[in-house]
């Protein structure tokens, strides 16, 4: 089997503060400068980029690897209809369901990740500063920098995007109608940020007396993602946001683009408080063995999808994993962070779909290899190819 490599030694509690100093050494080597090579980060993608025969070109290309791989996802899923069965041939609705599609692309991206490491000899630890994932892509990330197993993780997926998938059900049987995400294109930084201003503003006039927190889950229409200086998501109630569009328009003077995401589900919202709930229970947990799920510290920083920065400790990180599943997405937040604040030069997106890769690019102003650095993803084994020449004819640029 190719499972995910544990630390050699797992820390027990009476060696809380030595991994704590060990956290610190890492977050202070990755905030100098490298000597030989430009920064380097890595990231997942979340949900919308599945599709059916994800994984089959994998398969055809690195048998040896990948056969393992899909045999690991089944025989920790334990489903009647095994996920990876639902990859290769299922229907696109099929695949699409929440509870499918979640731990479908986190499974891909590590697949991915595992064949990258073990047909090319990527020294991940060694190669790579700091690692982040979109969304749902936290749970790759937090597996790829040695947070969780990869089973563990997969088991985590899937419970939670169960729940979510419930927590959308009761939304539409309760108030009747459609639930989902809206992504709003603005044409400048500027712009985005007066129409942030404006939908809370909205927000908070249209529940008058009481306060928008204060109003039912289904009744709240909440910002998921701030993925870039131009593009945000809504979730919530399609008619409502509807209305909280048409309200920007005739009174806030904003008429930005918007596009309706393929999912029923309004993730990132108050509807998602059950599955808050259910990872609280998850990441709490002892196994077996009377050991913490979570492995701390890892083998590199990983960034919180809620703070926009590296968690700073085991604690935090389970606040903020569980929060993750009703609060804001900081994309924007933490490619600033990375760019302005690390300095990385290098971003390798890993997992199926470009989604990701076109975000970060636009942020930091690279596509594909540039002096000292470039962005780039790994969507197929040909892309692979590339991506692991590009990082070697660029391993010691160091502007």
């Known amino acids: 089997m190719a499972t995910a490599v544990r630390p050699a030694a797992r820390l027990s509690r009476r060696c809380m503060q030595c ?3 060990q956290q610190m050494r890492w977050m202070s080597s990755v905030q ?26 994998w398969l055809e290309a690195f048998p ?30 099929e695949l699409t369901q929440t509870e499918n599609a979640q731990p479908a692309i986190m499974a891909t991206s590590i697949l991915i990740l595992r064949i990258l490491e073990q047909e090319f000899h990527f020294n991940t630890a060694e190669r790579v500063d700091i690692t982040l994932g979109h969304s749902l892509g936290e749970f790759a990330a937090l597996v790829a920098g040695r947070y969780l197993t990869f089973p563990t993780a997969l088991k985590m997926v899937r419970r939670r995007a169960e729940v979510m998938s419930q927590c959308s059900a009761a939304a539409s049987s309760q108030d009747g109608g459609e639930f989902g995400m809206v992504a709003l294109v603005c044409e400048s930084e ?19 007396v009481d306060s928008h927190d204060h109003l039912p889950a289904v009744q709240q229409v909440a910002i998921a993602n701030l993925n870039s200086k131009n593009q945000i998501v809504l979730s919530g109630s399609i008619t409502r946001i509807n209305t909280l569009l048409a309200n920007l328009r005739q009174f806030g003077g904003h008429d930005p683009r918007h596009v309706r995401l393929k999912c029923d589900s309004p993730f990132h919202s108050l509807l998602m ?13 002892e196994t077996e063995n009377e050991e913490d799920v979570v492995d701390w510290p890892g083998i590199m920083p990983c960034i919180s999808n809620v703070s926009g920065k590296p968690f700073e400790s085991r604690a935090q990180l ?14 924007w937040k933490s490619i600033k962070y990375l760019h302005g604040q690390e300095g990385i030069r290098r971003y390798v997106g890993i997992g199926p779909g470009k989604v990701g890769r076109n975000l970060v690019g636009k942020e930091v102003g690279m596509k594909g290899a540039v002096k000292g650095g470039g962005v780039w993803g790994i969507t197929s084994p040909k892309e692979m190819e590339e991506v692991v020449r590009a990082l070697d004819d660029t391993e010691h640029e160091v502007e």
């Open 64 to 93: 040896a690897t990948a056969r393992p791989i899909l045999e690991e996802i089944d025989e920790t899923l334990k489903l009647a209809r095994p996920l990876t069965r639902i990859i290769e041939s299922g229907t696109n609705a």
């Open 318 to 331: 389970k606040d903020l994993l569980a929060r993750s599943c009703v609060e804001t997405v900081q994309w």
């Open 32 to 57: 100098d400068a490298p000597s030989k090579r430009p920064k380097t980060a890595i990231f997942f993608p979340g949900q919308g980029v599945q599709r059916v025969g994800m994984c089959t070109p």
């Open 273 to 285: 408080k059950p599955a808050q709930e259910t990872m609280k229970r998850l990441l709490y947990q």
């Open 19 to 21: 991994g704590e100093r």
């Open 190 to 208: 500027g712009h985005m940020q007066a129409l942030v201003h404006g939908i809370h503003e909205f927000l908070a006039l249209g529940s008058k």
